[in-house]
Nanobody, 123 residues
């Protein structure tokens, strides 16, 4: 089992930055992929970014490319999502997720999920 706990959400203004963290515990390995997804009210959960736990494998949704950066700190068992130039349309609950194996942009491929953290961007 893998446990994921997100933190760092909040209320910000358009153009501001915010950093999310996801602490990973349990049975993990270097062959895991970590992902960030988000779900806005009335919408499906969508892929935001992913990274291989061993490094590399960076993928971003087109809507966040150039503004968001995913990274990981293996020593701290933590995955980060740095969000810059935030827009009102970035408002959503952000979820951290984990899967064994290679990167996938599909939420159904991920086996473990955190509880989510709310990000609200006012325009």
């Amino acid at each position: 089992q893998v446990q994921l706990v997100e933190s760092g959400g909040g209320l910000v203004q358009a153009g501001d930055s915010l950093s999310l963290s996801c602490v990973v515990s349990g049975r993990t390995s270097s062959d895991y992929t970590m992902g960030w997804f988000r779900q806005a009210p009335g919408k499906e959960r969508e892929f935001v970014a992913a990274i291989r736990w061993a490094g590399g494998g960076l993928h971003y949704a087109d809507s966040v490319k150039g503004r968001f950066t995913i990274s990981r700190d293996n020593a701290k068992n933590t995955v980060y999502l740095q969000m810059n130039s935030l827009k009102a349309e970035d408002t959503a609950v952000y979820f951290c997720a984990a899967k064994y194996g290679g990167v996938s942009l599909s939420r159904i491929s991920y086996d473990y999920w955190g509880q989510g953290t709310q990000v609200t961007v006012s325009s």
